[in-house]
Structures are given as C-alpha cells and as structure tokens.
C-alpha cells in the first residue's frame, strides 16, 4: 500500500494558507496515483490558478514487484515553472523534468514542488507500508 498526504502551502504576509488530500492505493503491478490540476486525471487536486503545477505533473505507479516509482511528467512547456525534490530523512535530491525516481520499499518520505516564482509551494508526504 501506498500513501499519499499533500499539502498545498502558500505564504503571504498574513501567515502561510494550506489544504491538506489523503490518497491511497494497493501495492499491485499497474497501480497508479496522480497528482496534478486535471480532476478527472488526478487523485490529489492542486488548485486551478497554481499554473506552475501541470494538469498531470506527478505519477506514482506500482511495479511488478511491488515497487513503488514516482515521474515528473514533462508538461506542455520546454522549461518547467517548479522545481521538484525528494526528501527521505537526511537524503535529498532534486527529479529531473521528465525524470523518474524509485521510492524507498517499506520507507517514507516527501515529493516537494516548488514554484520558481511565488513562494508556494506542494509538499506530496508519502508512506510505503511493505
């Protein structure tokens, strides 16, 4: 089982605003998680306006042996308008555009995507239950 918590955070001078989605789904070969701003695509739903989010710009999909990989799916632009990061405790690394990363089996961690313009920003926690 996978589990998915993101959280889209946004600072302003007032303080920091958030909303918080849960997704979860089996460990079985072809299982597939999305997070984007297409509804109809994607499990986990940024808002409209976050344009530095594509409609589909994260998928998480189940290998055949369980194994959990995340893609940061290239968009409609050459140049992406987000940075993308994995963190796993200590350990951090930047996901290429277009590039895919295998998650940790049994492990836990955090998707961040940043915008290069505003300070906002989606944080994607996830949990692999072995």
């Given at each position: 089982?996978?589990?998915l ?11 920091a605003?958030?909303?918080m989605?849960?997704a979860?789904?089996?460990?079985e070969?072809g ?13 986990l ?16 999909q ?9 893609t940061?799916?290239r ?6 308008s987000?940075e993308v990061?994995l ?10 555009y277009?590039?895919?990363v ?29």
């Open positions: 089982m996978l589990e918590t993101m959280a889209t955070v946004a600072a302003a001078e007032e303080g605003t958030a909303g989605q849960m979860d789904a089996p460990s070969p299982a597939v998680l999305r997070v984007g701003r297409d509804r109809a695509l994607c499990r739903v940024t808002p409209d306006d976050w344009l530095f989010v594509s409609r589909v710009h994260l998928e998480f189940c290998g055949p042996e369980g194994t959990w990989q995340v940061w799916l968009g409609s632009q050459a140049d992406p987000s990061r963190v796993v405790g200590e350990y951090a690394q930047a996901l290429a277009g590039g895919t295998t998650l940790p089996r049994g492990g836990n961690g955090e998707i961040v995507v940043r915008d290069r313009t505003a300070p906002r920003s989606v944080n994607v926690g996830f949990y692999h239950e072995f």
